[in-house]
């Protein structure tokens, strides 16, 4: 990555994360390739993203001409030979690992030699995923969090064969967009979900036995232990599908009964009740982002 110009940067996912995280590229001007195999995902990102910065701009935090400009440097494209001259990619796909190493598979063999390649995978491990790339010591987690243009911490993490120049690029990168870089070691959860999965966990657990209603859990945690939001709020807001991965992959890779899963959260994501992306988690939702 060359220190004089600013780095081109490739999403591979226009979901929630995806989408996010090309935002806040964008934001700090930053040219983005934005790719997806569905064109309905990419107008859904595309879409998001005029919607989450026209809330900052309502906000003072933009003006209308940055806002154009930064959406200016979004290019949407099916296309996966589109990011071939980026110098990151990051991947945020489905958290599946079959998933990821097969469009790993086909990105490595397009992106650029000496890119840098992350993937925001919130539960499986970097280097599982890394393993099938080629080049693992140009591969690191670089982990956002939800909603991506308003938190600031991005976990950087480092797998077995992760270099330490990769780290150091991870981190110079993650300040160039205005973030803050924490750096952590490829164990199950990192550090936030590690902590937040169990917590979130307790909740769904609460609400199955019956210890309170959702709303009264929520203003409980708000009110009592002066969390921005409920635990089932910030489900629905990650998305329970990622929230569920999370929790199995911790429970699956630490086998402590600490970390068991809430079967209410696995009946509701078999029911497609995904929070707030799909209309209905523990709440309903009117429009659905
Ligand atoms: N885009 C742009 N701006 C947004 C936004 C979005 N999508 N969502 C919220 N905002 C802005 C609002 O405009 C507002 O701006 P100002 O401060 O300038 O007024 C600010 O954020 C606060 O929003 P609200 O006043 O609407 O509501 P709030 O105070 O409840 O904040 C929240 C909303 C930022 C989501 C806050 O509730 C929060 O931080 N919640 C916790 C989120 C969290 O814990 N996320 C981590 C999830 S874990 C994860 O992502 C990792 C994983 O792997 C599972």
Redesign the pocket.
Known sequence: MSETRPPKVAVIGAGTMGS?IAQACAVRGLNVTLFDTQAEALQRGLKGMDA??A??V????LTEAAKRAALGRVKATADLSGIGDADVVIEAVFEDLTVKREVWGRVAEVAEEGALLASNT??LPITEIAAGVGRPERFCGL?????V???PLVEVVRAQRTSEETVERAKTFVERIGKTPILCDDKPGFI??RL??PYLSDAVFALSEGVGSAEDIDTAMKLGAN???GPLA?ID??GLD??LA?AESLHREFQDPKFRVPPLLRQLVRAGKLGRKSGEGFYRYEETA
């Open positions: 996010g989450s910065l809330r900052i309502r906000k003072g935090g919130s539960s982990h956002f969090f939800n909603p243009p308003v938190l936030v979900n937040l999965i969390m921005p939001l910030l807001l990650v990622v929230a999370a």
